[in-house]
């Protein structure tokens, strides 16, 4: 008996031994990663062989994931993820994650079948809004506007986080102004966000979209009003730099400052379909357009980099912008807008990378985006 209780011992010491041992790589792999080591993938590589069983595989592979030099390698540490644990506690923040880097790409297909994958399969999620968030987007970039219309009413019956609902909100007006242009329905979404979110951080945009509406209308004293309001109120916001093109652009209309939040008047006036061309590029010597692509925002330094390689094998210049929190790539200097779309379906097809055709306004020496 006493011999029997002996072995029992040291099973149950050679055991905790183990479970400290492992426990103490686990933690030297989050140290690695934590300080970015480039012996980090060394220690996943023998923690895999020494624990193949181990609780904290997953998690190591979520470290691994985002610690990738690459958006595709990224990309594909996360579907393994997914693949693989099905049962794992942060398998929607993998979902979340795969998400975020196909909306970087502009890889809309992968984000629409990854979002719907993520809604099926987290569906108690706190990331559920998001991932309708994210469907939406998708939706709206290959023109399905009116799922995507549904899929932002959705959101609101999952959250009450009112960045998120903001946006939803923001995303909803936006696809129904492609469907009936500066219409009754859109100035109405309009109408509720600016009542209801002002604390929002995609209020400054709403602001910009009010005043277009304005201008489209001929409202100019109105226009003027909202414009002048970001440029005062927000002068730090990107903008407040459109603000002021637009502003100087109805200058020649001597508007004045008006109450411009618009009220039941305004949408009583609307019409139920109105669609028009966006706002006209100002008539001046010292103004000059060009068309580029954008691609972003990213979040690590080293993907754009190796993003902007791969870019510059197609078309030059290529440049990589900081932002506060993020960077952006810049593709391109092209005077006519289709030779800048058919360069944009080059790189989608060749390299599968999506971005946006944005019209660059240089002024006095300076760079603005003025459209998209």
């Known amino acids: 008996m006493a011999s029997v209780l002996r072995n029992i011992i040291i099973v149950l010491l050679c055991t905790g031994t183990v479970a400290a041992s492992e426990q103490s790589d686990y933690e030297a792999i989050q140290k690695a990663f934590s300080s970015n080591a480039a012996y980090a993938d060394e220690l996943v590589k023998k923690f895999f062989t020494h624990y193949p069983k181990s609780k904290y595989i997953p998690d190591i592979r979520m470290l691994a994931a985002a610690s990738k030099k690459s958006v595709n390698a990224s990309a594909v ?41 993520a809604i099926a399969e987290c569906s108690t999620s706190n990331y559920l809004p998001v991932f309708y968030q994210f469907r939406a987007i998708a939706h709206f970039n290959y023109s399905n506007y009116e799922n995507g219309v549904s899929d932002c009413e959705t959101i609101a019956l999952h959250t009450h986080e009112i960045n998120t609902l903001g946006y939803g909100l923001f995303l909803k007006t936006e696809m129904e102004k492609n469907i009936t242009g500066y219409s009754r ?9 600016l009542h209801g979110y002002d604390s929002t951080a995609i209020y400054p945009s709403v602001l910009l979209r009010l005043g277009q509406y304005y201008e489209q209308h001929k409202m ?10 970001i440029i005062n109120n927000y002068p730090k916001a990107p903008e407040t730099v459109t603000a002021a093109l ?12 008006v109450q411009f939040m618009p009220d039941e008047s305004i949408i009583a006036e609307s019409t139920s379909i109105d669609i028009a061309p966006d706002v006209n590029i100002p008539d001046s010597t010292n103004h000059t357009v060009h068309y580029t692509i954008n691609i972003g ?7 754009a980099k190796e993003l902007q390689k791969l870019i510059l094998k197609i078309v030059m210049p290529v440049h990589i912008a900081r932002k506060t929190q993020s960077f952006e790539i810049y593709a391109g200097h092209f ?23 944005i019209e660059m306004l240089n002024q006095d020496g300076k760079n603005y985006i003025y459209g998209q």
């Not at 049962?87 to 719907?116: G, H, P």
């Not at 329905?185 to 966000?193: D, L, N, R, S, V």
């Open 297 to 303: 925002p990213l979040y690590n330094l080293a993907k």
């Open 185 to 193: 329905k859109y100035i109405q979404g309009i109408t509720e966000i």
């Open 246 to 257: 637009y502003a100087e652009n109805i200058k020649r209309y001597n508007p004045v400052i």
């Open 77 to 117: 540490e996360y579907q393994k993820i997914i693949q693989l644990y099905r049962y794992y506690n942060k398998r929607d923040e993998a979902f979340f994650s795969l998400c975020q880097l196909y909306y970087v790409k502009s890889d809309w297909i992968n984000l629409l079948s990854t979002s719907n994958f």
């Open 220 to 229: 100019y004293n109105h226009a003027w009003s909202a414009y002048q309001y």
């Open 335 to 357: 005077s006519a807008f289709d030779e800048c779309m058919n360069v944009k379906i080059q790189l989608a097809e060749e390299l599968g990378i999506n971005g946006f055709i």
